[in-house]
Nanobody, 118 residues
Framework: QVQLVESGGGLVQAGGSLRLSCAASGSVLSITAMGWYQQAPGKQRELVATINTSSGSTYYTDSVKGRFTISRDNAKNTMYLQMNSLKPEDTAVYYC???????????WGQGTQVTVST
């Protein structure tokens, strides 16, 4: 079992920055990849970025490429999302996700609100 807790969300003005954190606990060795998703009110949850636990390879959706950076500290079992040049369109609840080996079901955090004002 894996537990994920997000933090770091808040209210910022357009052009500002935030750094989200996702702390993993439990069976962390089962985690093969982690990612960030965003969900605006009334919208589907959408993938923002992913990072492979072992290789460190990353993926970004086009809308955040060049502005957001995903990273992880395996020793701390923590994943980060550095968000720069924030836009109002980035406003959403951001969820941490962890994919796991051996067919174990993926884990989700509770979400952290990011609000970008004009």
């Amino acid at each position: 079992q894996v537990q994920l807790v997000e933090s770091g969300g808040g209210l910022v003005q357009a052009g500002g920055s935030l750094r989200l954190s996702c702390a993993a606990s439990g069976s962390v060795l089962s985690i093969t990849a982690m990612g960030w998703y965003q969900q605006a009110p009334g919208k589907q949850r959408e993938l923002v970025a992913t990072i492979n636990t072992s290789s460190g390879s990353t993926y970004y959706t086009d809308s955040v490429k060049g502005r957001f950076t995903i990273s992880r500290d395996n020793a701390k079992n923590t994943m980060y999302l550095q968000m720069n040049s924030l836009k109002p369109e980035d406003t959403a609840v951001y969820y941490c996700n962890a994919k796991r080996s051996r067919g174990f079901r993926e884990a989700w955090g509770q979400g952290t609100q990011v609000t970008v004002s004009t």
